[in-house]
């Protein structure tokens, strides 16, 4: 069974910075690519980032290029998002899923509760 469990939101100011963690589980990690997505209140869920499953390459969206990082740890089946100087436009609940590639960020239909990420300004 795949599970995805995500971790790390909470309640920051403009200009603050969370450390986002997704948990994998069920199914061979290394083997994927991985994203994060998220969803804004009222809004349909969109891309942020994702890299690949063996050279790290990565692709991320413009609204967030430049203040988020994803980056993974195939031994402990996990990947992260770190994201730096957050705007209120930010908040949303943040999900990670797998992909077979990242062009396209297509995902597996996977998800997780996801993590709430709130900023304030």
């Known amino acids: 069974e795949v599970k995805l469990v995500e971790s790390g939101g909470g309640l920051v100011q403009a200009g603050g910075s969370l450390r986002l963690v997704c948990a994998a589980s069920?199914?061979?990690?290394?083997?994927?690519?991985m994203g994060w997505y998220r969803q804004a209140p009222g809004k349909e869920r969109e891309a942020v980032s994702c890299?690949?499953?063996?050279?790290?390459?990565?692709l991320t969206v413009d609204s967030v290029k430049g203040r988020f990082t994803i980056s993974r740890d195939n031994a402990k089946s996990t990947v992260y998002l770190q994201m730096n100087n957050l705007k209120p436009e930010d908040t949303a609940v943040y999900y990670c899923?797998?992909?077979?590639?990242?062009?396209?960020?297509?995902?597996?239909?996977?998800w997780g509760k996801g993590t709430l990420v709130s900023v304030s300004s």
């Open positions: 069920g199914f061979r990690f290394g083997d994927y690519a």
């Open positions: 890299i690949s499953s063996s050279d790290g390459t990565t």
């Open positions: 899923a797998p992909l077979f590639l990242c062009a396209g960020l297509v995902p597996l239909e996977y």
